[in-house]
Structure formats: C-alpha cells, structure tokens
C-alpha cells in the first residue's frame, strides 16, 4: 500500500501521540536546517490575503552597513555569541530548521491537547467552552476539525502576508546578513544571500504570537516563551543583528492586528448555533420526508458547530458556498439507501488487516491534529523534502489551509442543509471500527478536506501530483471501511473538495508563483 509507505514516520507519531495521555506540547518533532533552493527575490511582488499589499504598513529605512550604528550592532552581537548558553544553544537547533514549519507543527500539537469534547452536565446539557475564560472547564476551544481548519488557516495566512511585506523591504533596503559584512562572523546557521532586514525569524513570531493568542487563549505564557525563543535565536546564531529582529517584531505584530480583526468578524463565533437551530434543523428535514440525523450519544448531544456552513471563507462567497453545495443524498427510504447502507455494513462486517490500517491511518479522531492537521503534516513532509525557503513554505501552508478551511465551510453547509443520518442510525446492527462523529453524514468531512488539500498540494508539488491523489482516495474510503459513512458521502465529498481546492489554486496562480 503505497500512501500508507510514503507517510509511514507520520503514522509511527500518529499512534503514538494519539495512544498518550500527556497532553503537554513537546515540539520533538526533527527538523535540520538546510540552505533554501530559492531565496524567492521577487515574493515581495506576490498578492496579499489579509493586506492591501505588501507596503500597507511601513517600516523605517535601516542603519547603513558603513554606520557606526550598525558597526555597534555587529560588536554586540559578536559579544553575545561568545556568551551562549546551553539553552540558548539548544533554541538556535529547535528554531533553525525553518520557523515556519516549526509554528505548524506546534499548532498540530496545540489542536490535538484541544480536541476534547465536553463531558455532560449532570442535566444532560453540554457546557460551551468560553473565550472569556478559556482555563474554565471545558476548555477553550474545541479544537475539532472545523476550528482547526479555520486556526491553521488565520495563522499560516498571517504568515504569508507578514513575509511578502518583509520580503518586499528585504530587497528594498538590501542590507546583508552580519556574516556577509564581517567575516569574522561566523553563523551558526546556514545564512543565504537573502537580505537580514527585517529578520523573517522576527516577522514569523511577531505575527504568529498575535493571532495564537486568539485561537488559544489558555496558551499565552506558553506561547509568549516560544515567541521569544523564535525571534532571538537569529539573534544568537548570528543571522541577524537586534535592529532586524526589532523591526521584522514590529512588523509581524502590525499585520496580525489584520490577521485578528477579520477573525473577530468572520462570523465563527455564532458557529455553535442555539437550540432553536439545532430543532429546526431537524424539523426541516422532517418536512421534507427524510429521517433526520440525530446524536448517538448519551445524553444527546447538539450538532457539532452547525452554523460553521456561514462562516466567512476565503476564496469562495457566502453565495458560492451555497451554488457548491451538490444534490442531496439518497432519500431515506428509497432502493439506493438501502444499497449503500447494506454496503456500508458489508465492509463493517468484513473488515480485513489492509482496510483496518487505511481506517487506523486517516482516523484523526478525538486527541489528535484532526484531518486538516494531517494534510498539514504531509506537506511538511514535502516541503522538507523540497528546499523551499521561508516564504514558500508560508506559501504552501497558506494555500493548503484556506483550501481546508473553505472545504470545512462548505462542507459543513452542507452537511447541516441536508441534515442526513449516519449508517448506525438507520441501522444499529452496524458496529463500526472508529468513533461515530457528532454530525450528519452528507458528505465526509474527511473526503471533502482531502480533495482540496491533495489538489493544492498537487499544484504546487507536481511531481507528487498521483501519489497525493491515491492518498484522498484512500482517505475517502477509510470512512466508508470504518462504517461510518455511505459511499456517496465519500465520493461526493472527494468531488467538492477538489472543486473547492481549484478555488485555492486559482488564488494562488493569480498570487504570484
């Protein structure tokens, strides 16, 4: 089974992370450091998502090489560097393998301690975790897959726009790295002919501090340390002197108050919907003859974030959402229902090694980096793999993710309109492999984020293009494998998804490549 090999190190992290009980954030995950295979000179050209462009907001002209400034800043530094310490050594290897990919892998570990259902009340209700009070229990937030979508969206796109604007002063100002100035300078980290002002190290924790704090409020001391270590350890190595890392802080930070501004209004935190909408949910797929989805769960529980379907995406309109949404699924009670739920118990019954480990390898269930998270993990593997410098590797996660995050909109518009129910609710007999999810069926979450991110994937990684398809496929039909989703779920989903992906690559080209 060829997906299952080429992943196979993330499968290894898979069973262990999800098998832990230590919720702590460890970030053991190696990454080396590698010269890039492109400094990408004209990314400061390339469109903005959150920004007007890349000049919105400014940031004053540096110190000449030949000033006695600079000169100061180049003897501090060779100060500090004679001086470090053994953590201080220790944050220049964590940090230096890409900052970039070391801020997603520490989001794919903060939404798997977060993805945590809330255990009932003893009324049978189930408490809403609270911003306002985030160490509350339960806990904010629910990092299930449609908040993660959206957070490994904001945070990655953040990025991206905070590194075309430093990218666009880089070649702007022009001013080297210290150990292109004075070769007494030694880096300890490979250094290209990139510019050093602003630091991207300094932009990437400026930004991505910002819009963290939002997303996981319960984390800011935790985050806040990660931070600094991130923008000193340029500092340290030797890659950058302070007024880089000064200005490239400054600038990280101004665009996420962008970042920030368009979360607090993209409509998410009416997502949880209200028990008003929750009924009328089912009362209108009663009206319309059909069997409504209900919970499994005792007691009952509400409709995972049921109004997620109008939050504000990125590539697509609140009116495009609706047009993709597709034809409904089989009626309840028709022949076709009958055939795909009787297939659906075929394989529940069936199951053999090959399938059980394609539902185990794609189950990204309750504790875990969810199935956006997973499409995250795989493209690190590629981007390693590829060289790409900083802002390519923003690049990349910005466009993966705002495809993931639209398809969980779209998806979940149109899980909620049709409001179908799941193959053990129209047959207990059915015993399935994984845990039932707390929403309707129609169509997979599962299938429709695989078809956009292994479509924007093979956009921009080609040569992987096939082999990226077979794993959506794959995806897809472990749902079907664990019983707990009909085949037109899954195949209807990979269809919207890919669809919704296009979208994410038409952005992309129209960005600048």
């Not at 255990?119 to 806990?139: F, K």
Request: charged share 20%.
């Amino acid at each position: 089974m060829k997906t299952i090999k080429f992943n196979i190190s993330l499968f290894i992290f898979f069973l262990l992370f999800s098998t832990s009980c230590d919720k702590s954030i460890t970030n053991k995950e190696e990454l080396t450091a590698f010269l890039p295979a492109s400094i990408d000179a004209q990314a400061g050209k390339w469109k903005t998502a959150v920004l007007a462009n890349a000049t919105e907001i400014s940031i004053p002209e540096p110190a000449s090489v030949q000033s006695a400034e600079y000169k100061n800043e180049l003897a501090q530094l060779k100060t500090s560097m004679s001086q470090l310490t053994d953590k201080q050594k220790e944050a220049i290897n964590y940090w230096s393998g890409g900052v970039t990919l070391r801020w997603n892998q520490i989001m794919r570990e903060l939404v798997a301690k977060y993805n945590l259902p809330p255990v009932a009340n003893e009324d049978g209700t189930y408490p809403i975790p609270s911003a306002a009070n985030p160490l509350a229990y339960p806990l904010f937030p629910f990092a299930n897959p449609p908040y993660a979508s959206r957070a490994y969206a904001y945070v990655s796109i953040a990025q991206y726009d905070a590194l075309v604007a430093a990218w666009n002063y880089k070649f702007k100002f022009n001013r080297p790295a210290p150990s292109k100035t004075d070769n007494s300078i030694q880096a300890l980290v490979p250094v290209s002919d990139l510019p050093s002002y602003p630091s991207e190290d300094a932009v990437i924790a400026g930004v991505t501090l910002e819009v963290m704090k939002l997303l996981f409020p319960g984390e800011i001391d935790f985050l806040t340390q990660k931070a600094e270590e991130c923008k000193n350890y340029a500092l340290w190595a030797g890659k950058n002197v302070q007024s880089d890392i000064n200005a490239g802080e400054a600038l990280g930070k101004a665009i996420a108050l962008k970042a920030v501004a368009r979360a607090r209004t993209d409509g998410a935190g009416q997502a949880v919907g209200n028990p008003e909408l929750w009924k009328s949910l089912e009362t209108k797929a009663i009206e319309r003859g059909e069997m409504p989805w209900k919970s499994l769960e005792t007691p009952a529980r509400p409709p995972m974030l049921p109004n997620f379907g109008k939050v504000k995406a990125w590539t697509l309109s609140a009116e495009e959402v609706v047009k993709l949404r597709p034809e409904p699924p089989p009626a309840t009670n028709s022949e076709k229902m009958k055939t795909e739920l009787a297939e659906v118990k075929w394989y529940a019954e069936n199951l053999n090694s090959e399938r059980l480990k394609i539902v185990h390898f794609w189950a990204d269930g309750v504790s875990t980096y969810t199935p956006p998270g997973h499409w995250n993990a795989i493209a690190t593997e590629l981007i390693v793999k590829a060289k790409m410098s900083e802002i390519r590797i923003a690049r990349t996660f910005a466009l993966l993710n705002m495809g993931l995050m639209d398809a969980a909109v779209c998806c979940w518009e149109t899980k909620m309109h049709y409001f179908n129910p799941r193959p053990s609710q129209l047959d207990p007999s059915i015993k399935t492999i994984t845990g039932v999810p707390n929403f309707p069926a129609y169509t997979s979450g599962h299938s429709t984020f695989s078809g956009s991110a292994a479509t924007v994937l093979a956009y921009i990684f080609p040569n992987e293009g096939a082999n990226l398809q077979k794993m959506a496929d794959e995806a897809s039909s472990s749902r079907l494998y664990g019983a707990i989703h009909y085949r037109s779920d899954c195949e209807i989903g990979l269809r919207c998804g890919r669809i919704i992906g296009d979208y994410a690559v038409k952005w992309g080209r129209q960005a600048g490549e």
